[in-house]
């Protein structure tokens, strides 16, 4: 799972009961897409299921990829 979201980059498939959130906040609009929601809830089910190491690494990589400035995932 973890090369899908990184391979994906705002391409992830959406979800049928998935609500965009309206954040007045300029530094949470990032999430606040349903792009965004689809990612986080894809590294909740990862992080949750971890066995390796290295997933836990990778998977932390493309959140903070994601979360940069540039928002090169």
């Known amino acids: 799972m973890v090369g ?9 498939p959406s979800k049928v009961n998935i609500i965009p959130l309206y954040f007045k906040h300029q530094d949470l609009q990032i999430v ?3 792009q965004a929601q689809s990612l986080l809830a894809t590294l909740i089910h990862i992080l949750k299921k971890i066995n390796q190491e290295t997933i836990l690494y ?6 903070g990829r ?8």
């Open 4 to 12: 899908f979201i990184e391979r994906m980059k705002n391409n992830l």
């Open 32 to 34: 606040s897409n349903e």
């Open 58 to 63: 990778r998977t932390l990589d493309a959140l």
């Open 66 to 73: 994601y979360l940069s400035p540039i928002n090169d995932l």
